[in-house]
């Protein structure tokens, strides 16, 4: 039997969907490349936000279009926070299947050809709400290697399930429970697979990674993050260790210390900051202050001076007026964090803030996340402008080749598209590396020394 898997989400999502690959695959299921020779098509859907359930159903309603006698499996967190729902209102979808046992996903897939009355959704899912009675320990990764949906050289690796954050706006923790986390062990046993398959770059994800074993009663001072970090830091080898989503309530300063005696582990810092207004931090049950944004900003470039920082801002909040968006964009003036993600807040049932006054209009909500994205263009720009002329290294992802296999410019040289330890995968820019004609030896998800010869836009020209 074949299956195809059409992803969607975050790269937390992605290593769910690798998981469930891995399973299936082990079951004797074949993965294909295209729909059409598929048995079974698995839509791995986001619930997180408007935008993105409404992509999920679109391709679910597209799909069953297209090929109205193959199976659907709706997956991942819509299925997980909508089950009810969607089990009444969504018949294109053939079953459902959520995230709180993607072990699971075996018995599920088989029940669909066994029989062809649709189950009930409460099989694989609890509702729309994770609940505390199936959850599982950590340990998610399948003992058998699974797929990487990844670019070359790159694999995520997930430390963590959930979140005890509670922001107002966010419905992660009814989708994904309260915070969970995999042993030390267990992780590492996982890196040190992943670097034997070739593995360069580990990239070390969780719904807030600064928070890994604060679950844990017993955690001393120093444990958690910074005692993981200390542990991988302990294979050898070369490879980059980056880290992705620290929440800046509790950024756990030890990991500085780590950097600053270890190259391996990037300065690349994903603190999603949000906002800077004293009314609307506090309404997101944020507990920080414009000014220990900043103040924390501050002590990572005096420790690291090559530090590259990303961070999310949210607008629209419930109750953000004219002066909460001024002050947001002084604040985004102050961090000048080198690259920016901005989103427009959206009204998600179940949150507190959905029933919050004050609600911004989504017009204006969209004007202000396109004036904050287009401040921070120049923003970008400048801070790349320091790496021009410095020599760096670069991994290497996706060739482009002059004889039409990939694309070329008109003079004749080939191209590779690359990233420096300042670009985290996909969501920033990249490095355009220009190769002479010595050049053939070049592999994707290799590592190689390069320098910086030019910023083009916001992304870098190199030479290796």
């Known amino acids: 039997m074949r299956y195809y898997l059409d992803p969607f989400g975050c790269v937390k999502n992605q290593v769910d969907a690798e998981n469930m690959m891995a399973f299936l695959n082990n079951a004797g299921w074949s993965s294909v490349p295209e729909a059409e020779q598929a048995d079974l098509i698995i839509v791995n859907s986001c619930g997180f936000i408007e935008s993105a359930k409404r992509e999920s159903i ?181 490879f980059w260790v980056r880290l992705l989503y620290l929440h800046p309530d509790h950024f756990p300063l030890q990991i500085l210390d780590i950097m600053e005696r270890d190259t391996r582990f990037l300065p690349y810092f994903d603190i999603p900051f949000q906002h800077s207004s004293p009314e609307i931090l506090p309404a997101m049950n944020r507990h920080g202050t414009a000014e220990s944004y900043i103040a924390l900003a501050d002590t990572i470039r005096k420790r690291l001076p090559d530090a590259v920082i990303r961070t999310t801002l949210l607008t629209g909040f419930p109750g953000e007026t004219e002066s909460d968006f001024t002050s947001l964009k002084d604040f985004q003036e102050k961090l000048r964090p080198d690259w920016l993600g901005c989103f427009a807040f959206s009204r998600e049932e179940g949150t507190p803030a959905y029933s919050m006054k004050g609600r911004v209009p989504k017009k204006i909500a969209a004007l202000r996340k396109r004036e904050i994205e287009e401040r921070q263009i120049g923003i970008t720009e400048k801070n790349m402008d320091r790496f021009t002329g410095g020599e760096f290294k670069v991994l290497l992802e996706e060739q482009f080749r002059e004889d039409g296999g990939g694309g070329k410019d008109g003079t004749g040289e080939n191209f590779w598209l690359g990233r420096l330890y300042c670009h985290a995968p996909e969501v920033d820019g990249s490095a355009v590396v220009v190769c002479g004609s010595g050049d053939g030896s070049l592999c994707a998800g290799e590592i190689v020394p390069c320098r910086v010869i030019a910023r083009r836009g916001i992304d870098l020209e190199v030479r290796v």
């Open 58 to 238: 679109n391709a679910v309603l597209g799909w069953r279009r297209l090929y109205p006698g193959k199976k659907i499996l709706l997956a991942g967190c819509l299925a997980q926070r909508y089950a009810k729902e969607l089990s009444e209102s969504l018949p294109e979808a053939d079953g459902l299947f959520g995230v709180d046992n993607i072990s699971g996903i075996v018995g599920k897939v088989h029940s669909l050809f066994i029989s062809q009355r649709r189950k009930g959704a409460e099989e694989n899912a609890q509702f729309g709400h994770y609940a505390p009675s199936s959850l599982t320990p950590m340990g998610s990764s399948p003992v058998f290697s699974r797929p990487l949906l990844s670019l070359p050289g790159s694999a995520y690796v997930k430390i963590s399930e959930g979140c005890n954050n509670n922001c107002t706006y966010c419905a992660i923790p009814m989708i994904r429970g309260p915070l969970r986390c995999r042993t030390v062990t267990d992780i590492l046993d996982e890196c040190r697979g992943l670097l034997a398959r070739g593995i360069k770059e580990l990239c070390v994800i969780g719904q807030d990674i600064g928070s890994y074993r604060s679950n844990l009663p017993e955690r001393q001072d120093g444990a958690g993050l910074p005692e993981l970090l200390n542990a991988v830091a302990e294979i050898p080898g070369y």
